[in-house]
């Protein structure tokens, strides 16, 4: 009998603090990891900014940036619980949940979608003087494809074994700035990064060396990239990496904050009502300008996965209505 009742207690708890409604977490106080990006990437200053914005205007939470290989890793961490946000790829966040990862079959449908936040463009970076023309003359070459675990090593693997030049140039697993460092010393010849432009270590980069960025939105039409994934078209203006520079053409991910299901849903929009606020969104801003596609009308333009409940309710409140595929 005492132990039916410590165990009906132990129950109560449980299913108390997950189904926790309004303001039941008062008094307690929340501590959240978000799981970032490389240094220099805008993962990285996006969970370092809400890491600081978000407990200076919402009582009784507290969170820190985690560092993190980037999207991939990120849609794993938050499945799991071991983050209980991150910033995740709509294109990662779909393919984690069928179990369509690279070289991984496990389903991660612990994920859940937020809020759009910006599109990420492929920028694959080359000297100005390369002999490097298209996507296809990278054979032999030396290319920085971002960190292992990152969306950016998923989304160059992705796409150059889909145009046959993956196995057949020499692909090396560096963050931003440090391919960035690489690409200056010479020690590689482009380096690709997938994320909101103007990208600071490319600004780094062309500081010392003259660049250009390789049209790898041409390849994507060709080969037939967008029958394959759900990639975006896009462009990047002309004059974003100094006024000489021709608009490129690219195509983009959607880059989503997340939080794990578990998080209970008066916590989730409590966070969202700080950040999508005015002085939230321009919090957002400041910390870079990148953010500024973060906005209401945005919404969860391009989600692949559900929405947590808590965002659900957010966006019902702003007179956004959610499909039923996204509940």
Excluded at 172 to 195: E, M, N, R, T
Aim: aromatic share 10%; proline share 4%; net charge positive.
């Amino acid at each position: 009998m005492k132990k039916f009742l410590l165990l009906s207690l132990a129950l109560i708890f449980v299913v108390g603090i997950s189904t926790v409604p309004g303001d039941a977490l008062a008094g307690k106080t929340f501590k959240a990891k978000i799981g970032g990006g490389p240094t220099g990437g805008t993962f990285n200053t996006f969970a370092n900014a809400m890491a600081v914005y978000v407990p200076k205007n919402m009582k009784d939470i507290k969170l820190s940036a985690v560092g993190s290989g980037g999207s991939v890793e990120n849609v794993k961490r938050v499945s799991s619980g071991e983050s209980n946000f991150g910033m995740c790829y709509a294109v990662d966040s779909a393919l984690g949940r069928l179990g369509k990862l690279p070289k991984d079959d496990k389903k991660y449908d612990g994920t859940r979608a937020m809020g759009f936040l910006y599109g990420a463009p492929a920028q694959l970076v080359v000297r100005a003087d390369s002999d490097i023309q298209s996507a296809k003359d990278l054979l032999g070459k030396r290319v920085a494809v971002g960190n292992a675990g990152s969306g950016a090593a998923a989304s160059a693997e992705r796409f150059f074994r889909h145009i046959d030049v993956w196995d057949n140039f020499k692909h090396q697993f560096l963050g931003y700035s440090a391919a960035a460092s690489a690409f200056k010393d010479g020690k590689i010849d482009a380096f690709w990064v997938l994320v909101g432009y103007p990208n600071r270590s490319i600004i780094e980069a062309s500081v010392q060396v003259d660049i250009r960025l390789i049209n790898v939105g041409e390849d994507a039409v060709k080969s037939g990239f967008y029958d394959a994934y759900s990639y975006i078209p896009v462009t990047i203006p002309a004059g974003t990496y100094g006024d000489d520079m021709p608009a490129c053409s690219s195509f983009q991910d959607a880059t989503f904050l997340c939080a794990n299901d578990e998080v209970p849903a008066d916590v989730v929009y409590n966070v969202m009502k700080t950040l999508w606020s005015e002085k939230g969104m321009a919090a957002m801003v400041a910390a870079k300008k990148t953010f500024k596609a973060m906005t209401l009308e945005n919404a969860f333009d391009g989600a692949s996965i559900p929405l947590h409940p808590g965002a659900v309710k957010f966006w019902e409140e702003q007179g956004k209505t959610v499909p039923a595929n996204l509940k």
